[in-house]
């Protein structure tokens, strides 16, 4: 064969390799571990974060238990979930979560709060309310708890589809550090200075990022500011890819990701 030939046989065959590619993608996942020093905190924390599990029509029972066995061999002291547990298209009875959830048994718990996909599917949250409680998770719709002496975690209510307070939501809490777990990232810009660490996904991180250009869309209104990882703010702010896909089941040089935290003391 010659050049010519091959380089026309590669440049049709790429768009089927890529689509081949981003398939295999969606239903991997990596699992990072982030080291960071946070005010307030006197011990260490092991921390795993799980969000945009999105299950629904492309995701579902069998990724969720490799999601939670993943999360238990890291043996984290705590588990929390940033949101959209469920996709809109969800069309399941949640029992998947009540069975498979249980399963993490971290020594402070396991929290989560709402997506904007939770509440679309949900408009009556008492099902997926009853779900989670079943499942052993904390649900945090702007309150907190404090789960240390020196740790006090806080839950936004959705920044998009429902009634945030970030007043209300950090009212409480003693002398340690303040962790808010928030869906969406857009909230960076409107947050006290008294906020530790901020945690969120949304993003996806694009879920399709082309090179030189990065992510196409990420749904949040600062465009690529916020799209992953560690952000620009004014207290440490880490954004997850997050775990799912939604609208189809791609993702493209942006791997899904369950991420241990591992936070130690200032």
């Avoid at 092991?46 to 890291?74: N, S």
């Avoid at 249980?102 to 989560?112: D, F, Q, S």
Wanted: proline share 8%.
């Amino acid at each position: 064969m010659d050049r010519r030939r091959f380089l026309k046989l590669a440049l049709a065959a790429a768009p089927l390799a890529l689509g081949l590619s981003a398939a295999r993608e969606a239903y991997s996942f990596e699992l990072p571990r982030e080291r960071r020093v946070i005010r307030g905190l006197r011990e260490p924390l092991r921390l795993a974060f799980l969000t945009d599990l999105h299950l629904g029509p492309y995701l579902g029972r069998r990724q969720l238990e490799e999601w939670v066995a993943a999360t238990v061999e890291l043996e984290p002291d705590l588990v929390v979930f940033g949101g959209d547990i469920v996709d809109q298209e969800y069309d399941g009875d949640l029992s998947e979560v009540v069975e498979l959830l249980p399963r993490l048994r971290p020594p402070l718990g396991v929290v989560a709060v709402l997506g904007n996909h939770d509440r679309t599917r949900y408009r009556d949250l008492s099902p997926f309310r009853r779900a989670l409680r079943e499942a052993g998770v904390t649900l945090l719709v702007n309150e907190g708890v404090q789960l240390r002496d020196d740790l006090y975690l806080a839950g936004l209510d959705d920044w998009r589809t429902g009634h945030p307070d970030i007043e209300r939501t950090l009212a409480g809490g003693g002398e340690g550090a303040r962790v808010l777990l928030s869906h969406n990232p857009d909230v960076i810009p409107r947050l006290p200075d008294h906020v530790d660490l901020l945690l969120a996904g949304h993003t996806h991180g694009g879920q399709v990022r082309l090179p030189l250009l990065g992510p196409l869309v990420t749904s949040s209104e600062y465009g690529r500011r916020y799209a992953e990882g560690w952000v620009e703010a004014p207290m440490p702010a880490f954004v997850s890819r997050g775990l799912g896909v939604t609208v189809l089941p791609f993702r493209l040089f942006c791997p899904p990701e369950l991420v241990l935290l591992d936070l130690q003391p200032a």
